[in-house]
C-alpha cells in the first residue's frame, strides 16, 4: 500500500510527521498537484489499488467500513492473480 499525498498546502516534513503519529503501516510519497492530476484525483481521499505492474485496477474515492468488504475481495484477487 502506498499513500500519495498531492497536496502542496503542507510541507513534506508535515506530512511524514502526520504519517507516522498515525502509525500508517504504509509509505507515504509527496507529489504535487501535478500528479494528482495525471493520475484524476478528484476528491481526497483518492485511493487505488495497483497490481503486481503498478498498473491500477480499482479506484475508491473513500474507503469506508461499508466498503471494506469490497476492498478486502479486490485485493485477494489480486493476490491470487498470477504475475
Do not use: C, F
Request: hydrophobic share 35%; aromatic share 6%; no cysteine.
Amino acid at each position: 500500500m502506498l499513500a500519495v499525498d498531492v497536496w502542496n498546502d503542507e510541507t513534506a516534513g508535515q506530512i511524514r510527521k502526520q504519517a507516522k503519529a498515525l502509525n500508517l503501516p504504509y509509505k507515504t510519497l509527496v507529489a504535487g498537484q501535478e500528479v494528482g492530476a495525471r493520475w484524476g484525483v478528484r476528491s481526497l481521499p483518492t485511493n487505488y489499488l495497483l497490481d503486481r505492474s503498478g498498473t491500477p485496477q480499482r479506484r475508491w474515492s473513500e474507503i469506508t467500513n461499508g466498503s471494506l468488504p469490497e476492498v478486502r475481495h479486490a485485493i485477494e484477487q489480486l493476490i491470487r492473480d498470477k504475475p
